[in-house]
């Protein structure tokens, strides 16, 4: 075979002659990170909020809340609302709701930890619970109040939400608050406060969020209407001195606490009577 035709076959050769192993190593290197930046890629266009940061600039109203909450929160919450153990929960999620219940009751910021957070003189005005419960709205979302302010019913519209209102306090609030909205004991040190100076705003709160022990009220289980009506019934029938325990308002405890009277004092009458009676025969 002639010289020239023997180098071409052994350059043919040497090309076709498997891949070192250092090459091998490369190539599954390579084929990995593309199959992994393939992957990667892919899940990013079906869930852009996975990797994506959060750029989005606060309002006006919520960089005056979040200077609020780095002054006066931010120790027992966290940064940015993470929570922090043994002090206190995230509320990312809670929404403005909840924050305008605790903070413009008075609730928050707690003095101490206790069994139940006690309503006191809120340490914030109106604006600045609004501009707390902003931020934390923008920060994780959550339930809100109505946008349009109307937390009642108009009764020479609606005569009848009264009545139906009345209805959806027994059956859903009774348990806890008293027929009468007096309020009762709960378990563990905890206790349904009574409702006799509740805002209509407060109690919309309430049932969005379910602050302590009280269960949430969504939408699926009252509808805004129904929250309305039963907010009608607590701010008209139960805090305008027309108890539904009876006439004398002996604790608002509902019929047994004037049943017992009732009886106590008849019977104290009856005996002195039926003594006069025998004296004076």
Known sequence: ???????????????RTAPSRARRRIGAVVRMLAALALAGGVYTA??????????????????????????????CHGRDAQGVTGRGPSLIGVGSASVEFQVGTGRMPMTRQEAQAEKKTPQFDKTQTKQLGQYIQELGGGPQLPSDGKFTEDLKENPEALARGG????VNCTSCH??????????????????????????YAAMLTGPQNMPVFGDNQLTPDQKRELITYVTVQLQQDRDPGGLFNLGRYGPVTEGLAIFGVGITILVFTTLWIAGKS
């Not at 075979?1 to 090309?15: D, K, N, S």
């Not at 007096?182 to 349904?192: D, Q, V």
């Open 1 to 15: 075979m002639p010289a020239g035709r023997r180098r071409f076959r052994g350059l043919f050769t040497r090309r």
């Open 178 to 203: 008293g027929f009468g909205g007096g309020g009762g004991a709960l378990s563990s040190g905890k206790y349904a406060p009574a409702l006799h100076d509740a805002t209509a705003e407060t109690l």
């Open 46 to 75: 079906f869930a852009p909020g996975a990797f994506a940061e959060d750029n989005s600039e606060l309002s006006a109203t919520a960089q005056e809340g979040k200077q609020l909450y780095d002054n006066s929160c931010i120790t």
């Open 167 to 170: 209805e959806l306090f027994r």
